[in-house]
């Protein structure tokens, strides 16, 4: 999430490199108010729409830019206003090698706001390309920078630590750094919670909280946290990248409530099995819609591997093999290992449920392969487990 928004009584940098025009930096030799001028409508274009077109012209104007006269800081606002750019684009390597490049100016000026601001930008494209370790690396760098800038239970600006810490959860939860990712989202949230508040990022707060209860063996907390997050989203979540986390906490809604349906009565039919299957169906169909709306063909995969799963639990006679190889298919295509990793490990429980134990094997060990190749452990746990399993047999 943009971490540049007004905050109300929530701290932000003095001097942001997301603020065009800046008095101090006026002064240094070469400014260009031309310059000036041509990055605030960058930001614009880059805050107030997700449309590929509208990167297009930024990225145009910002070549631009780099053609004309312009002090040292406003390069260094050039090269990470390009970065963002290049993140908006998906072109990640691009992305990389800008920030990369910025940070080395920043470490000359030198600038520990601009450096905390990239290292925010450096952890999210990190985040992007699955580059895990590092991304987390980078984000708590930022956090350290933000806290040294301000105070220890007061950093330098309120929102961008929010989103240092929420991605880096993200990362160290990927990593399967569970600890290490409950702190940082405890610490979020003491923060999120001060006036005005911010409906949004608590929302995605509640998506790692419900994420790391599922994955350590509390389905029915995280259930109650993706709820909650998946409110939040609908009510206040307008964007696209807004409307994809909520199908994401949808999704993880169904997840956990799968989770308890199966946990209650394996074999059978009941109160708690057939409530859970209840809450989980509707959270499928709109995981579904929203991912029809959005036009994300991962996010739609994703959801069909859900369904699958609670067509199975209700005891459907469905086609849920071919809908789950065209899931793989689909993620082949998309060169996305999550989709991969959770599409083999969907195969092998359908294949597990017909008793059909080597072919299912053969499911989990892919599916775990391609979870740890890509630095992805979490996505493997239950392929691993069901392997785990098999060898004590």
């Not at 600890?179 to 405890?186: D, G, L, Q, T, Y």
């Not at 964007?239 to 799968?258: G, S």
Request: aromatic residues 6%.
């Amino acid at each position: 999430m943009d971490a540049s928004e007004s905050q109300g009584s929530w701290r932000q940098l003095e001097s942001s490199l997301r603020t065009p025009i800046n008095p101090r930096w006026e002064e240094e030799e070469g400014y260009s108010p031309l310059v000036a001028d041509e990055l605030q409508h960058v930001f614009v274009l880059l805050q107030t729409a997700e449309e590929r077109d509208a990167s297009l012209q930024a990225d145009a104007r910002l070549r631009s830019c780099f053609q004309r006269p312009h002090s040292r800081h406003q390069r260094l606002q050039l090269f990470y206003a390009l970065g963002l750019t290049f993140l908006r684009l998906g072109e990640m390597e691009l992305a990389q090698t800008t920030v990369e490049t910025a940070l080395d100016l920043a470490d000359r000026l030198p600038d520990l706001a601009a450096t905390a601001e990239l290292m925010y930008l450096a952890g999210s494209v990190a985040y992007a390309t699955g580059a895990y370790k590092p991304g987390a690396d980078y984000l708590t760098s930022a956090g350290a920078l933000l806290t040294q800038l301000g105070d220890e239970d007061d950093p330098a600006d309120t929102a961008l630590m929010i989103d240092a810490l929420s991605t880096n959860a993200l990362c160290l939860y990927t990593l399967q750094a569970y600890p290490a990712a409950w702190a940082a989202v405890k610490e979020a949230r003491l923060l999120v919670a001060r006036p005005p508040g911010d409906p949004l990022r608590a929302g995605t707060l509640a998506l790692l909280a419900a994420l790391l209860h599922r994955w350590t063996g509390d389905p029915a907390r995280g259930l109650q946290e993706a709820m909650a997050g998946a409110e939040a989203y609908a009510e206040w979540g307008v964007t696209r990248i807004q409307r994809l986390y909520l199908a994401r906490l949808q999704r993880v809604v169904a997840e956990c409530a799968l989770d308890l349906a199966e946990a209650s009565a394996p074999h059978l039919t009941g109160l708690g099995h057939d409530t859970y299957l209840r809450i989980a169906r509707p959270a499928i169909q709109r995981t579904l819609a929203l991912a029809r709306e959005t036009d994300d063909a991962a996010s739609g995969g994703m959801a069909l591997l859900v369904q699958a799963r609670e067509q199975r639990l209700r005891g459907k006679q469905t086609n849920r093999l071919a809908t789950i190889a065209a899931v793989i298919e689909s993620a082949e295509e998309l060169e996305d290992p999550a989709l991969a990793i959770l599409a083999y490990t969907a195969r092998g429980e359908e294949l597990a449920a017909r008793n059909e134990r080597e072919a299912a094997l053969d499911s989990f060990q892919t599916a775990d392969d391609v979870s740890l190749q890509y630095q992805m452990p979490v996505l493997g746990v239950i392929a691993r487990r069901a392997l785990g399993q098999a060898s004590e047999e």
